[in-house]
């Protein structure tokens, strides 16, 4: 260190911005022209669903059709809350029908039943709901998922760990803020998406899911589908299904759907239970009894709770003719079931 | 820390504002201060080995200064204690994983990325620098300095210590000697480097290795010839773009403190012969090889051997240095197999040279040109499988790459990668400058900086953490 240093000196004058204000101008152009595209009726419907960087595909595409309806009706204040039973299983016309007849006016409901959800996840899906609408009312639809534990690695929880969903629940990192705000940002993400692994898997998950979005906002299964059930097939094996639940009902599952009252908002909370094909428990005769004692326990504490309970339409309602497969109601069936539980919520005067 | 990570970000503004903030005697010693800290971030355990063998240098150095009859003994016990760290840290810290968890050493997955990272960072390059400077002292053509900060600078400078460039004392300490003027062209320069280095690592190679087959090279034989030509190419393309993003990007960084780092990349994939590779790949560990590995040798074997056509004259040089570059790389014997394939590939173009002859590649036919670049880039890649793949899994490996019977599922994600790659490279070459954009209009050079900047941001979203391929040699 004897010798002095001669060093380096910074010289700046004369440094302009320009570059970095033109890219910059450039890259707002892009993305407004992308926003207002993605905005446009003809080109929601026509191409793919935008991402909302979630690891479930058929979550993306509900959260598109959702903002779509959204833009066109206003948001939701009223969603249905469920497994894939209630995602077929309840018809949001058929159930604003019903309420309007039975004199409550101006619901807009929207099912976002999520494949698989198990009870665990549904206050904090709807927590992030009553953030994204404030919604009037929530109808959960208790399936033999209240009384299975969770997976960890359903849809539910990859619903749950997508921005979108972390914005509704209070994260401001720049992604959930773009991913929420953004529609541009969302059709980015799917440039993203195509450089993942796995990306063909990812492709066919978008043609398998069975609900199309039409100009006007609305949420329709494929007619075709409705006779030729794709997505849950194979996971309705039905012996298998029933074999593999112990029908005895979860005190934690019990205790996230009674959550569902404690959460903020003016919003009304109905349980309803979701109707099973008769033919489910024909290799397990035995799980007939218990599944319904899982349902009248459920029935008491939401009860007790406060809840609005709604217990399954007698069974000769929904005959044969309604059902997709054992566990899933068809288009027709949705619109009966969804009737039912409009009739019976109207009755009770909620919300 | 990552330098693709915005903490490096935050950590390279707050040296440069400190940098510039403190006078000029004190800027060095910031930048030693922040290149050990930034080592520490890395480990508190690869810190100390670095200014061991920074001190153990500096004082070769100047005991090789004095002269004397021990000098020759001095240099070889300089060399021996570099390359006994290096081997020891290196090699024997894969060899006792190897051992202890069982992990097959034989193919570049993720279990080999995983242990080599354990290895000191950036141990292999500045062991390299403290060789080339101790040589240099000794042969005289390097005025040992006795700045002991600025040598510590030389061996541990943060922008570089990771993965090179591979630096020259007499270059980088005589840099650190002048008065440096950082302005306005500087800057842009710098950003210009920064940008494209982020492209090629985030926007091309990141994507390409999570795209490209998993353990392509250890299952070969479920690959048809198609699919495994393009995970060939892939993995090609994703080193090179790995790599050269990294030296871009440092480069661009050592330009805001003043230092002009060695380049290491001229557009390799543009070859015309492999004498033209190895100059255009890895630059300053090529020339680092043919300084103090080819040269010796071949002067070493001219003395005994006075014949410039001699065959021994003629392969000697090329293996031994293909061989050290080998060991270098690692101990695999698969990767000791590339070394000698690429050994053989220049002997036969020196062979073909010396004995009948050949234009320089400039001087050929444009079409011409261009095929041999296909066929240079051809061999090299070939040569690159029992790189990637293991001595073990080669032959199934080679095997898969004949069967073109069927087409199987080549993924056309890779080739998009590597379009924008060779085009990337174009444009860079025919401006014969890495940073061409600088000069082109503003509308365009706009465009382009957001175009970059845009992929980035998508191809990254949050998770920019993946390490360099580099770091874990």
Redesign the interface.
Known sequence: ???????????????SA???L??????LA?MAALEIAGRVPSIQTQFLAPSI?SADRHVEIQVAYLDAYSERHGAPNCYFLGSSTVLRGISPSAFEDAMRQGGIDGLHCYNLGIQGMNALYAPTVAQALIEYSHPRLILYGADTAHVDPPTGHGAAQKALDSPWFQYYLGDR?P?SVAVAWLRSYRY??M??R????H?TDWWHESEKFDFKLDEQGHVHSRPADRTNPIIFESRNDDSQGAASSRFTPLQSNIDAIVQLAALPGPQQVVVGSMPLHPSYFANQPNNIQAYDRAKEKLESVTQANGLLYIPEPPREMLYDDLWLNRLHLNAVGADVFGRYLGEHVSRAKAP | MNITTLTFAGFVLATLVLFYLVPARWQNPVLLAASLFFLVTWSWTFALIAVILTAFNFTMGLLLARGGRFKRLLLWVGIGTNAAALGSLKYGDTLIQNLALGASPDTLGTTFLTLKLLVPIGISYYVLQGISYLIDVSRGTLEPTRRAVDFGVYMIYFARVVSGPIERAGRFLGQLKRPRRVDRHVVSEAGALITVGLFRKLVIADPLFRILPEDAFAHASSLTGPEMALALLGFVFALYNDFAGYTEMVRGVGKLFGIELTRNFAYPLFSRNFNEFWNRWHISLSHWLRDYVYYPVSRWLLRRFHNPRNVLNLAVPALATMLVSAAWHDARLGVLLWGGINAGYLVVERVRAVWWGSNPPDKQPLALQRAKAGVTFGLAALAGVPFLAGVTHLRPAYGSLLHWGTLGKPDLRILILVTVTLGLDWIQSRGEDERVFLSWPMPAKAAVFALAILAIVIATRADVGAPFIYQAF
């Open positions: 260190m004897g010798d002095a240093q001669p060093g380096v000196r910074l010289d700046l004058s004369g440094m320009r570059l970095v033109a890219a910059a101008s450039m890259l892009v960087g990192s992604e980015l993400l440039l993203n195509f450089f993942q692994p990306f």
